[in-house]
């Protein structure tokens, strides 16, 4: 593993079903976060984790949860999927470059909810 | 409330230069962020500006006027490669990241 893993790549899931998106990185991160990307809108954030054991709401919390139980991991869980809850996924997690507190991203994660 | 302003799309020639801008409004300021997109891809950073003047990176220079609300991202010598969408984002006073939709820039031979 090198940055940051996301599982999966892409996913079509029915509405009402349950899904979680995984996301690891080995940089020893301490802040992670989970943003979605929506065609003509800028990257909204969902929930953040500013360390391990503790989480917060961002922008757009609803219908999702998450939880930090150590440094590398951070899963997005959607409870009960709905049609508004399509969009690309990425998971983030910040470390220090030349004093700014600079954001690297996963890949992403489709997500298609029908 | 918090907004970022930039344009949606820009066109511009490979050898050229091309100015992004981006205006914002946000409470509080910690830092404004410039990240470029490849399609399909995930964000990379490529600059920061926390004081006003000019950071120059290379090919990349970014410029921030804090009592205008305005940065710019100047790319030089364009290259094909260069075809992506640009986001400026802005640290709140709170330390998150506000971010705008994203310039797409097309580069033609």
């Known amino acids: 593993i090198a940055g940051i893993t996301q599982a999966p790549t892409s996913q079509i899931l029915a509405a009402g079903r349950r899904m979680t998106l995984r996301c690891t990185q080995d940089?020893?991160?301490?802040?992670m976060y989970w943003y979605r990307q929506d065609l003509g809108l800028g990257l909204r954030l969902i929930h953040y984790?500013?360390?391990?054991?503790?989480?917060g709401k961002g922008e757009v919390p609803d219908g999702y949860s998450v939880s930090r139980a150590n440094t590398d991991d951070f899963p997005l869980t959607l409870a009960s999927a709905v049609p508004s809850q399509t969009s690309v996924y990425f998971c983030?997690?910040?470390?220090?470059?030349?004093?700014?507190?600079?954001?690297?991203f996963g890949a992403g994660s489709r997500l298609t909810v029908l | 409330g918090q907004n970022i302003d930039q344009p949606t799309e820009m066109t511009a020639t490979e050898g050229a230069i091309v100015q992004i801008n981006c205006t914002y409004q946000?409470?509080?300021?910690?830092?404004l962020f410039w990240y470029q997109q490849h399609a399909g891809e995930a964000p990379t950073f490529l600059s920061y500006?926390?004081l006003d003047g000019l950071e120059e990176k290379g090919r990349f220079s970014s410029f921030l006027s804090r009592s205008k609300g305005y940065s710019y991202l100047l790319l030089k010598e364009l290259q094909m490669k260069d075809s992506a969408s640009y986001l400026c984002?802005?640290?709140?006073?709170?330390?998150?990241?506000?971010w705008g939709a994203g310039t797409k820039l097309i580069i033609k031979p």
């Open positions: 984002a802005v640290g709140d006073s709170n330390y998150q990241l506000i």
């Open positions: 500006n926390v």
């Open positions: 946000t409470s509080g300021f910690n830092g």
């Open positions: 984790s500013n360390t391990a054991g503790t989480t």
């Open positions: 940089m020893r991160h301490n802040a």
């Open positions: 983030a997690s910040s470390g220090t470059d030349s004093g700014a507190n600079v954001l690297t």
